[in-house]
Every structure is written in C-alpha cells, then in structure tokens.
C-alpha cells in the first residue's frame, strides 16, 4: 500500500473496528509465484481480555478446492485485504478550487501466517461464523436436530463440513488507510458529506458520509451537537 502520511492509520484499536465491520475479505497467496486471491467471510478473534493491543488473529474456512489452489498450508504467508466506507467524490460539491474527482476510502492489508485447522477447529470456526451472523436477529438460526420440518440442519451441515477446511491467520504486520477528505476545509467537508447524503444525486452512499462523520467528529445525522448545522430538523 501506498505511503501517504495524511491518510495513514496507526491506531489498532481503528484495524479492529474495521475488520468487524466489513467480515468480507480478500485473501492473496502467491503459489509458485502466481498472484491468486479468493474472497471469504473472516472473523476477527476476540483479544485476551485487557490486552486490545495483543496481535491481530483472524479465522476464516475455504471450499477444499480454494485451499489447494492458493497453496494454503501451515507457515504460508498470506495477505488479507478488507475495504471499508468508499466511494465518489464530485468536486461540483466542493464549491471550492482548483478541483478535480477523488475516491474516499477505508482500507487495511494485513500479512498473516496460516495455521490450518483440524476437523474439529473448523467445525467451531463454522460455527463461530454462523453466530456471529445470527445474533443481531430477532430469532437467531442456530444448527439443531429439530429445524424447521422437522429438518436435522446439524446433520447436514457435518456433511457439507467435509469439503471445508478451516484457516487460522495470525497478522504478522499490517497497514491501513482511512481517506476521507482530510485535507478539505472544514467547510468543503460539510458540503462532501451533505451531497453523499442528498437524496437522488447520483453519487449518494449513506456508508461513506457516515465515515466521514465519523472521521471528522461530526456526530451523526438527525441529532445536535458538533455536527453540521441543519442536522437536527
């Protein structure tokens, strides 16, 4: 990743937000010497409790085939590359120049050693996975005996287990990157972050605005305090 000091993250507690957020990652290995990616679901392991500074470890479980083909076995070097918030940016909004476009963007690269997992450790990283998309529902899907039917989910999920292999990816060094306007005005800011939410422009992203609130300490939209006047109706 490109150096640009304006733009660069140092702060892990920020690369573990991120990862949270946007669980869907691009993992690059480079088997005899041919770049090839594949595109999965990884989990950020929680850190030892106290210790939100301890080393990065992420989990993740691939088809079978996908684990051949980029070459995974234990000590192999990987690169994990997650996006957060991006999107457009028109100068028409800045009311401001000289102006050309740009692209805000959140973005991490992290380097990881692999430690394939045994049968066991993929079933609970499986599991793990499915928790942590469930929880926030209202009536959480879980593996059972008795699903809906009368249908024996846990049965046919050990089955479909067979063709998986789970990944544990212990970060070894990362970089992150979080470009959002940091070197606008405080006026020209306001202006990106109203036209990303302006109904029908066509290059509205409510995720992006609310990054660069975020970014910009703005608070969020529809409430008073140090955001953008005109947020609270």
Known sequence: MLDTPDYEVHDVAW????????PWMTIVAAPGGVPTATHMPVLLEDAPA?????????VTHLGIPD?????LADGVEVLVVVEGASGYVSPGWYAWGPAVPTWNYEAAHLRARVEMLD????WDALVATIDVFE???????????????????????RR???GVVGARLHVTSWQAKSKLSQDKPPEVVARIVRGLE???????DAGLAVAMRTAHGLGSRGHAGAGLAGDVA
Do not use: K
């Open 67 to 71: 684990d051949e083909i980029l070459g």
């Open 50 to 58: 106290g210790d939100p500074g301890a080393p990065l470890t992420l």
């Open 135 to 157: 929880r926030e529902r209202s009536e959480p899907f879980v593996l059972t005996t008795a699903g809906p039917g009368g249908t024996d989910d846990l049965a046919y999920a």
């Open 198 to 204: 302006t109904d029908g422009d066509p290059h509205a």
């Open 119 to 122: 049968a066991e450790a993929t």
């Open 15 to 22: 690369v573990r937000d991120l990862l949270a957020r946007r």
């Open 160 to 162: 479909i287990q067979r």
